[in-house]
């Protein structure tokens, strides 16, 4: 099926120690070590690869064999001169990948949606609405600094603010030092807010501070109207990706056991809102490129570079499935785009080592990546639409409980069979007995049933009126989407307008 959305592990040989040699050849009667699923892809692990443009075409270099004999693949060398010292071997390149780095997730176990979100959320707009009519709150200076236990005379101000807000108790004494439980109330600002919790005053805490109450109101009651109509079947399991917080929740009887970083659609290629049902896990899966990629980056690239698809292991296929020469293809005009173009499988391909399969009309997906160094950015909008996901493996082994294992009934789908089934190198479609329903969704603000208030950016500018406002603040680093001029659409009688809806086109093809 073509999929919106955009590695090969090498086969590594390890040659025999002498001591292993001697032993072998002398018949030492020692047991060969056990093998197990865990050994099977440590040796697969590839080098790390640059992220944008394409690969180099370079050859495997040739691995030294054991003890001093020279590498199969290179000619026999010339004995050496008598009291001619061998020349040192080159080291050996580790093929270890780095270890992944992702950037700071709330633990917090209250999850994003849940069925009294719609009802929480607008009460809470109304509540706002009511701070929006008392006059608001004030702004701080954009520079202020405060770190715990300094003074400072805009810390009245603060003070006030996160009583409004519900961060402060409204009965705590008040001085202008940043105190533990002034300290504390700030970090109850910026856990609510996706900020780091450190008590500190800084740049990013006072830009959220400084948002005017009439668009946390505004974010609050278009967050809600996005929720009207919704059908969504919760259940005992169910996982929801919030696009503003690039996250991903896996909730189980009504709290986030797994919360995920995500990498989501960039705003001129924003992730669609959905609701469906996760069905199968892909493990090595291969990439169908969507017809716009085709058109938008493999045409161009074919005619500046024609060994780009080799490189990529992309094929061509036409009628039936037959995999057509490259080089019979005419690149000057747009006639590769009538063929199927499919990645293998492996390592390097752009849908990592996991997909997570969950068939709607918008043809995303949760998948892996070769790309990993996304995971660690604050400001996390980068993909064509579909949602990557760090730790996808662990996602994928919570989605896999209760399914029998590959050993068949009694079997389970842990991480040793997981890896060990990924270092096979081929594809395997695990169909889930029960399919979990998965909702993407866009909640700038959202209240929660413990009372509190929750904001993130409007990244796709999709909250504001057709005019924005100018009191639209970002606290991120990427200037939202503008929303173009259109005529406001009608409705019975004098009922209000949800504001912002995010449009459901037709399904169109996105990347990764």
């Known amino acids: 099926m073509s999929s919106r959305c955009v590695v090969f592990p090498s086969i590594l040989s390890a040659g025999l120690s002498p001591l292993a040699l001697m032993l072998c050849l002398t018949g030492a009667g020692a047991e060969p070590a056990p093998s197990s699923p865990e050994a099977v892809p440590a040796a697969a692990k590839p080098a790390p690869r640059a992220e944008a443009g394409p690969r180099p075409d370079t050859a495997p270099k040739p691995e030294p064999a054991a003890g001093n004999a020279a590498p199969q693949s290179a000619p026999q060398s010339a004995p050496l001169a008598q009291g001619a010292e061998p020349a040192p071997a080159a080291p050996r390149k580790s093929r270890e990948l780095p270890p992944l780095v992702v950037a700071r997730v709330s633990d917090d176990p209250v999850p994003t949606l849940a069925p009294s979100t719609f009802l929480d959320t607008f009460r809470m707009a109304e509540r706002y609405q009511a701070i929006v009519d008392a006059g608001g709150w004030g702004t701080l200076p954009a520079d202020l600094t405060i770190k715990p236990g300094a003074r400072d005379p805009n810390i009245p101000a603060l003070r006030q603010h996160l009583v409004l807000t519900g961060d402060l108790p409204a009965g ?171 990645q293998d499988s492996g390592l390097d391909n752009s849908l990592g080592q996991v997909r997570i399969d969950m068939p709607n009309k918008q043809a995303v997906y949760m998948h892996d990546t070769p790309s990993k160094s996304l995971f660690a950015r604050e400001v996390r909008f980068h993909s064509h639409g579909c949602v990557r996901v760090a730790q996808v493996k662990e996602l994928a082994g919570w989605l896999l409980e209760g399914t029998p294992g590959p050993n068949g009934p009694g079997s389970t789908w842990g991480p040793m069979e997981i890896e060990a089934n990924i270092a096979t190198n081929e594809r395997l479609d695990i169909k889930l007995p029960k399919q979990i329903p998965v909702t993407f969704v866009y909640l700038t603000g959202y209240a929660t049933p413990d009372g509190r208030a929750h904001f993130r950016d409007d990244i796709y500018g999709i909250d504001s009126p057709a005019v924005p406002m100018r009191d639209a603040v970002m606290t991120g680093s990427i200037t939202p989407k503008k929303a173009a001029p259109a005529a406001p659409a009608k409705a019975p009688g004098n009922a209000p307008v949800p504001p912002g809806l995010i449009p459901q086109k037709a399904a169109r093809p996105a990347a990764n």
């Open 172 to 342: 705590v004494p008040s001085s202008d030092v940043l105190d533990p439980i002034l300290a504390s109330a700030v970090k109850a600002f910026q856990a609510r807010h996706g900020l780091p919790e450190t008590g500190l005053v800084g740049r990013q805490t006072v830009t959220a501070l400084n948002v005017p109450a009439a668009t946390r109101q505004r974010q609050l009651s278009a967050s809600a109207a996005r929720q009207i109509g919704s059908n969504f079947p919760y259940g005992d399991r169910y996982v929801v990706v919030n696009i503003p917080s690039a996250a991903v929740e896996a909730v189980e009887r009504g709290v986030v056991v797994r919360r995920y970083v995500a990498v989501v659609g960039k705003p001129d290629k924003a992730t669609p809102r959905i609701e469906a049902r996760i069905t199968d896990v892909n493990l090595n899966p291969t990439w169908t490129l969507p017809v716009s990629i085709i058109k938008k980056e493999i045409i161009p690239k074919m005619r500046k570079d024609p060994g780009y698809l080799a490189r990529e292991r992309i094929r061509i296929l036409g009628p039936g499935g037959t995999e057509v020469d490259p080089t019979t293809i005419d690149w000057a005009g747009e006639k590769a785009a009538t063929y199927t173009l499919r």
